[in-house]
């Protein structure tokens, strides 16, 4: 049931009933419920041919297509992630060989902020806080709580658009928090109704629990960038032995795995092509078609050490 409330002065519209009913339900039945509510999602999360570029590493940023209803106060969420961790995350994608399919529009659905909790919710208790355990505890509970419990109304429009969708009272977000976290075998969460009777003891809470999760960002963050970094030199030190592998004698040029095209070129004509063509530039214009690992191939062979 929607109720119509003034909340400071100002007439906001609480669907605190819905989203109590909401975490009653199964995942599969509330992507249902959301379909049937915001209608389909408008395109798909990145744009297909960008992706793939992306996939081979041909470009750094993926295109993302044109899916957001932020000025509705909506999100949009990759129904997906009950399978994979951070759908929507580059790093995520490339480490994970997280598949296109996922990225369409069929695989998303809108929700507001609250409905986005309960989505992570649902995923962590169904796939026992394999995924959207992190979304939840990390990133979007600690929303509800600094915008609805805090009450600190954030800044940027499209923000305040989210925040006046979802909007709850003080009172119902912690009843709807222990909500969630009763659903997740959490009942630690009884004790911060204590908010409403002693300010104080709130905010001293709120203040280690901010601490606690700055210190696991920074410690999640440092593991994932080690991570990171051991996976690129592994990566970039098989990359060099295939490469060295293929062209053995490219080491006497100087060639690497890196070398732009262009030099190449210029090779490959001081090699074959300089009696066949005026300069290099015409040479150039003429090979325009031919990716970088042909050439690399010819001009291997017309040194004389292909394989």
Same mark, same amino acid.
């Given at each position: 049931?929607?109720?119509?409330?003034?909340?400071?002065?100002?007439?906001?519209?609480?669907?605190?009933?819905?989203?109590?009913?909401?975490?009653?339900?199964?995942?599969?039945?509330?992507?249902?419920?959301?379909?049937?509510?915001?209608?389909?999602?408008?395109?798909?999360?990145?744009?297909?041919?960008?992706?793939?570029?992306?996939?081979?590493?041909?470009?750094?940023?993926?295109?993302?297509?044109?899916?957001?209803?932020?000025?509705?106060?909506?999100?949009?969420?990759?129904?997906?992630?009950?399978?994979?961790?951070?759908?929507?995350? %580059? &790093?995520?994608? +490339?480490?994970?060989?997280?598949?296109?399919? $996922?990225? !369409?529009?069929? #695989? =998303?659905?809108?929700?507001?902020?609250?409905?986005?909790?309960?989505?992570?919710?649902?995923?962590?208790?169904?796939?026992?806080?394999?995924?959207?355990?992190?979304?939840?505890?990390?990133?979007?509970?600690?929303?509800?709580?600094?915008?609805?419990?805090?009450?600190?109304?954030?800044?940027?429009?499209?923000?305040?658009?989210?925040?006046?969708?979802?909007?709850?009272?003080?009172?119902?977000?912690?009843?709807?928090?222990?909500?969630?976290?009763?659903?997740?075998?959490?009942?630690?969460?009884?004790?911060?109704?204590?908010?409403?009777?002693?300010?104080?003891?709130?905010?001293?809470?709120?203040?280690?629990?901010?601490?606690?999760?700055?210190?696991?960002?920074?410690?999640?963050?440092?593991?994932?960038?080690?991570?990171?970094?051991?996976?690129?030199?592994? %990566? &970039?030190?098989? +990359?060099?032995?295939?490469?060295?592998?293929? $062209?053995? !004698?490219?080491? #006497? =040029?100087?060639?690497?795995?890196?070398?732009?095209?262009?030099?190449?070129?210029?090779?490959?004509?001081?090699?074959?092509?300089?009696?066949?063509?005026?300069?290099?530039?015409?040479?150039?214009?003429?090979?325009?078609?031919?990716?970088?690992?042909?050439?690399?191939?010819?001009?291997?062979?017309?040194?004389?050490?292909?394989?």
């Amino acid at each position: 049931m929607v109720i119509r409330r003034i909340f400071k002065g100002v007439i906001h519209i609480s669907n605190y009933k819905e989203y109590e009913n909401l975490l009653l339900k199964k995942y599969d039945e509330v992507i249902e419920f959301l379909l049937r509510k915001y209608g389909s999602v408008k395109d798909d999360y990145f744009r297909e041919k960008s992706y793939q570029r992306f996939m081979n590493g041909e470009i750094k940023n993926i295109t993302k297509g044109k899916y957001s209803r932020t000025e509705d106060g909506l999100y949009c969420h990759h129904i997906e992630e009950i399978k994979e961790l951070n759908i929507g995350n %580059s &790093e995520f994608i +490339k480490e994970n060989k997280i598949p296109y399919e $996922y990225q !369409k529009r069929d #695989n =998303l659905v809108y929700c507001d902020l609250i409905e986005h909790t309960i989505l992570h919710v649902l995923i962590a208790k169904e796939s026992s806080s394999e995924y959207g355990y992190i979304g939840y505890e990390v990133f979007l509970k600690p929303i509800l709580e600094e915008w609805y419990i805090e009450e600190q109304i954030p800044q940027p429009n499209w923000m305040k658009l989210c925040y006046t969708k979802a909007f709850l009272t003080p009172e119902e977000t912690v009843s709807i928090i222990k909500g969630m976290e009763n659903l997740l075998g959490n009942s630690y969460y009884d004790t911060r109704c204590a908010y409403f009777e002693a300010k104080q003891k709130r905010l001293d809470d709120e203040k280690e629990r901010k601490l606690k999760i700055k210190q696991e960002r920074e410690a999640y963050t440092k593991e994932y960038a080690e991570k990171q970094r051991k996976q690129f030199e592994k %990566s &970039e030190r098989e +990359k060099h032995i295939l490469f060295n592998q293929k $062209y053995p !004698k490219f080491k #006497n =040029l100087g060639i690497t795995v890196y070398t732009p095209r262009a030099k190449i070129i210029n090779h490959l004509y001081d090699y074959k092509y300089n009696e066949q063509y005026k300069n290099k530039k015409q040479f150039d214009s003429a090979m325009k078609s031919f990716i970088k690992e042909e050439l690399m191939d010819e001009l291997h062979e017309n040194m004389g050490f292909k394989d």
